[in-house]
């Protein structure tokens, strides 16, 4: 039982989206393949987008096999090229491509509790910031749990050939190949699951730039992955390219190659093989008391299949189903064979149900409206008994007539005390780059189950079904047509904040706006500011809005003891209950629209300087939050279109600033540099952040030449070197080596080089045990403006309310105050 609650997770939410579609017979044909195959193939990785999904895609539909991937991480430290999201929220939007590749290409998907903290050049920064008895833990787990038959990792064990998380995740996975066999390891597992060990574990050989070829002295197989596979009407390539392009957020929309591929394995560890790494891997149907009638029967369907009228297969299948479950067999894969029969023969009758409700969001303590619909296009009986979750159960007792849907109404009383939709890796704080999980069910599974789900119980030819319908809100969008997104939980009172971050600057008293809203009624209670004292803030107003049942308090902030004091805004009604979460949303189309809940708090930075307000024209690139940043700071920022971009336009300001990625993205941009350039020449002060190597849709980035490589710092701690008199780290603010403490992640990424002499390089920056770079920030007069190229991560830093790099960046704009 545990295991099919722990791994049956994966299944469900990714055959969710396709469970009642209506298939063709060829891809029925296809499932009766897999139905017949037992073999299992772990694939290891570190992060979202490291899988290869050719590999995936052959393995999954040429081979029949059960695959899985295995991410480390949820991909939280990467970048993002669709939006604004980074960190949790990021791993959020990658964890859902990752299932939507998932879906594509026929593998399911795994993580561990890692926490992906930004690039790693090597196995033992890695490690510095990861447990590794912790990770060792969870691969060995999911070893365990989904006993692979062969174990595939995506990278070899070499440290400095590739990131550090890459290496990582190899090294993991070569020693949990032993551990996972070992009743010594990890015995805490051993009351859930049983010792596990795969026959053999391998890489997946690559060369980068060219083609792999084996030395003499290795072990390894070869996959045609370049083939076509006639039942889905497609190859293999073309399935990888359409998985891989589901990583939209990283910008991988790929084109499929044309023609033969191959994809080769070299063995690692286990036994040897002479021509297939599947040797020795017996059918397990072989393990089954009537296993060889069983096979038997399945060889028969396949041979007699009728591919024109589905429905005469359907005899055969149910014979089938009867076989199956004539046996108590508790292991992973014959209760996943269980599974598979039944939604065969679902989708062979054409049978479609539907749980939906009329809104997406509802809150505990609320009574919603829901039905279940269901419909048989056949013309085989099919008796409903009942649906039934913990919240509520529905009487059916009816017969299907063929075609005609029943409807069902169902009234749902969500508890006060009901579950809220938190993504269960975001329940408790990260703790040192791990998510906080115990629960070892919840270890492996890529989201939560839904919120509420019906259990519609069937029969047919007398033999019992069950499909697990998860509530939808469903509804018709003119543009898309129909849509569905799962029910989303959400608290009854809800606390925002109108900013993140806010600045006691010298003089000044910043004040904010805390918007407590309710989804019943207004429930009376106080507003309180928890880490600091109630001398410390005023309540200027409090708005009480009955019609949208909200209370909106405007908050002057008056001093803080600490340079930076984090800061929570919670709500005490008069029963005692607290209520200090907001809601988060992040809304894209190739995804389900996702929520997670933060703690309702901001950071409270105290500075003992004041800024000049100037305007700021902001050319936004891939998206970052530093122009609402400097708004809070007190700059005046007008983002800009790309109508925008001449120097008559810019003219208008004393500071322009490129977002991130802004020549990477942005063709208008890098159409007009000569624009920018000019206005640097007529006095302006332009300052141009981060750019990615390639693609650039522009070579000229300043006035002077220079070079993006990609070179970059990635400890955060690591020590800076600078030159303290020059302009930018004197005036208006002096910078001291102290403001290089606590930075996050990273201290940037894809400096420059081979820059022209003209350019000030005042910054010194080097990992431990690297060479030295100056191509983090340059610095130059040109004309009678002022031009500044970064790859420091200002989009990182100042978001998160870095004091020292809040300074530095303050010192770039400060240099524009004079047009």
């Known amino acids: 039982m545990f295991r099919k609650l722990a791994f049956g997770l994966i299944v469900f939410q990714l055959v969710s989206s396709f469970a009642f579609a209506q298939n063709p017979s060829s891809k029925l044909y296809h499932e009766l393949l897999k139905l017949q195959e037992t073999k299992r193939i772990l694939f290891v990785a570190a992060h979202p987008d490291d899988e290869n999904t050719r590999l995936i895609s052959y393995l999954a539909n040429g081979e029949h096999a059960q695959v899985a991937y295995l991410s480390l991480t949820r991909g939280d430290g990467g970048q993002n090229l669709i939006g604004k999201e980074l960190g949790v929220p990021l791993g959020l939007i990658r964890t859902h491509e990752l299932l939507r590749a998932r879906e594509t290409d026929g593998g399911r998907q795994f993580f561990s509790r890692a926490l992906d903290f930004g690039f790693s050049k090597n196995p033992d920064e890695t490690l510095n910031n990861w447990d590794k008895e912790k990770l060792l833990a969870d691969v ?242 099919t008796e409903l008994s009942k649906a039934n979750h913990q919240l509520f159960e529905v009487d059916f007792s009816t017969n299907s007539k063929p075609n005609q849907p029943l409807t069902k109404p169902v009234s749902i009383e969500i508890p006060v005390d009901f579950s809220i939709s938190q993504p269960f890796w975001l329940e408790k704080p990260i703790d040192n780059n791990l998510f906080d999980i115990a629960d070892l069910a919840k270890i492996g599974p890529p989201i939560n189950q839904p919120s ?218 890098a159409n007009n540099v000569d624009q920018l350039m000019e206005y640097v020449k007529e006095g302006g002060n332009l300052i141009v952040q981060y750019n990615t190597s390639s693609p650039l849709l522009t070579r000229e980035l300043g006035p002077y030449p220079f070079a993006i490589s990609r070179d970059r710092v990635t400890v955060e701690g690591s020590p800076v070197v600078a030159d303290y008199n020059h302009p930018i780290l004197t005036s208006p603010i002096q910078i001291t080596s102290k403001d290089f403490e606590d930075w996050v992640q990273e201290r940037g990424l894809y400096f420059t080089s081979d820059w022209d002499e003209k350019y000030t390089t005042p910054l010194e920056m080097k990992d431990p045990g690297e060479e030295a770079s100056k191509g983090s920030l340059l610095h130059t007069r040109y004309g009678e403006g002022t031009y500044t190229y970064s790859g420091i991560s200002w989009f990182r830093h100042l978001p998160a309310g870095v004091p020292g790099a809040i300074k530095l960046f303050v010192n770039l704009i400060e240099q524009g105050d004079g047009r």
Request: glycine share 6%; charged share 25%; hydrophobic share 35%.
């Open 452 to 669: 509420i789900a019906a259990n519609l119980e069937l029969t047919i030819q007398g033999q019992k079904f069950e499909m697990v319908l998860p509530l939808m809100y469903k509804y018709n969008d003119q543009v898309d047509g129909e849509i569905k997104q799962p029910l989303t939980v959400v608290p009854e009172v809800n606390v925002s904040l109108n900013q993140s971050l806010a600045f006691l600057m010298k003089d000044q008293k910043p004040s904010l706006e805390v918007e407590v809203s309710f989804k019943r009624e207004i429930l009376n209670g106080v507003l309180e500011l928890e880490g600091l004292d109630k001398s410390q803030y005023k309540v200027l107003s409090e708005d009480r809005d009955e019609r949208r049942k909200r209370v909106i308090y405007k908050v002057e902030l008056i001093s803080a003891k600490n340079q930076k004091t984090t800061v929570t805004a919670a709500y005490k009604t008069e029963d005692g209950r607290i209520y200090n979460q907001d809601i988060n949303r992040i809304l894209y189309k190739h995804i389900p629209n996702l929520t997670y809940f933060t703690t309702a708090s901001f950071d409270l930075i105290k500075f003992d300087f004041a800024i000049s307000g100037q305007k700021i024209a902001y050319i936004a690139g891939a998206g970052d939050d530093v122009p609402e940043v400097l708004r809070y700071l007190g700059y005046d920022v007008n983002v800009l279109d790309n109508g925008s971009i001449s120097k008559s336009n810019l003219q208008l300001y004393p500071t322009v600033i490129i977002g991130i990625r802004a020549f990477n993205t942005n063709q208008r941009l």
């Open 140 to 381: 060995t787990w999911v070893i365990r749990s989904f006993q692979p038959d062969i174990v595939i990792n995506r990278f070899n064990l070499t440290p400095g050939t590739t990131h550090g998380h890459h290496t990582t995740s190899a090294m993991l996975s070569y020693e949990a190949f032993d551990l996972a066999g070992d009743s010594k390891s990890f015995p805490d597992q051993l009351s859930k699951v049983k010792v596990w060990k795969p026959k053999r574990l391998f890489w997946n050989a690559y060369s980068w730039g060219g083609q792999y070829e084996a030395s003499e002295d290795k072990k390894y197989h070869v996959f045609p992955v370049g083939d076509y596979n006639p039942l889905l009407g497609t190859t293999y390539s073309q399935i990888a390219a359409d998985s891989r392009t589901m990583h939209k957020s990283q910008g991988f929309g790929s084109t499929p190659q044309i023609g033969m591929g191959q994809d080769h394995i070299e063995q690692l560890k286990g036994d040897t093989f002479k021509n297939s790494p599947f040797e020795g891997i017996e059918s397990k149907w072989n393990q089954v008391p009537n296993g060889k009638a069983i096979q038997d029967k399945l060889n028969q369907l396949l041979q007699d299949f009728d591919f024109v009228n589905v429905s005469n297969n359907i005899d055969g299948l149910l014979e089938l189903k009867k076989m199956i479950d004539s046996n108590s067999l508790e292991e992973l894969w014959y209760t996943e064979k269980k599974e598979a029969i039944n939604q065969l023969i679902l989708d062979a009758m054409g049978i479609k149900a539907e749980f939906n409700v009329n809104k997406e969001i509802a809150y505990a303590g609320e009574t919603i409206a829901a039905e279940i619909t269901f419909n048989n296009p056949s013309k085989i009986p």
